[in-house]
T-cell receptor, first 110, second 110 residues
């Protein structure tokens, strides 16, 4: 009964296409985060949210949008995917300074 | 610049040896967290350690907030300890956001 789940786990997209990555958490945490992990860069924050209806820009938001329709769900949207967005994406939920991560989504943009 | 510096970048140990991993922060922080990641895997929280020393089995984490540093000590290493160890700092911005280090890659050989 994983507390943070992501879908899809793997995705191949074409340049210019729209991609939506989904995240669901059962921790009842107010805070949720989207990161990407790349060799040489580590984990970088894309967008985050403090609760349903809120989204905030992280350190590298360009080319990404986020949506938090409910406490449990947080989506990352690539309206026009580019090859530079090929990466592993992690969602996390958190409270009180702690974070809990999902299993990750491997996205390849051709 | 890099807000979180981890050292060493990589480490090879003989099974049974001890390891000391370091994390240094360039700015003030509220708290920090240590994670473990297998290749291709997600992040598993090891310690949420705002300050002081915490121990779990063979792992000990020590954080000194005023000196902006944290360490992770692994005693009597095992081959199953191999993987990447990441530290993350909670930024002192009034928001629960995090910077991550690039990680220490640990290989334990039998």
């Amino acid at each position: 009964e994983a507390a943070v789940t992501q879908s899809p786990r793997n995705k191949v997209a074409v340049t210019g296409g729209k991609v939506t990555l989904s995240c669901n958490q059962t921790n009842n945490h107010n805070n949720m985060y989207w990161y990407r992990q790349d060799t040489g860069h580590g984990l970088r924050l894309i967008h985050y949210s403090y609760g349903a209806g809120s989204t905030e820009k992280g350190d590298i938001p360009d080319g990404y949008k986020a949506s938090r329709p409910s406490q449990e769900n947080f989506s990352l949207i690539l309206e026009l995917a580019t090859p530079s967005q090929t990466s592993v994406y992690f969602c996390a939920s958190g409270e009180g300074g702690e974070q809990y991560f999902g299993p990750g989504t491997r996205l390849t943009v051709l | 610049g890099q807000q979180v510096q981890q050292s060493p970048a990589s480490l090879v140990l003989q099974e049974g040896e001890n390891a000391e991993l370091q994390c240094n922060f360039s700015t003030s922080l509220n708290s920090m967290q240590w994670f473990y990641q297998r290749p291709g895997g997600s992040l598993v929280s090891l310690f949420y350690n705002p300050s002081g020393t915490k121990q779990s089995g063979r792992l000990t984490s020590t954080t000194v907030i005023k000196e902006r540093r944290s360490s992770l000590h692994i005693s009597s290493s095992q081959t199953t300890d191999s993987g990447t160890y990441l530290c993350a700092m909670e930024r002192d911005t009034g928001y629960q956001n995090f910077y991550f280090g690039k990680g220490t890659s640990l290989t334990v050989i039998p």
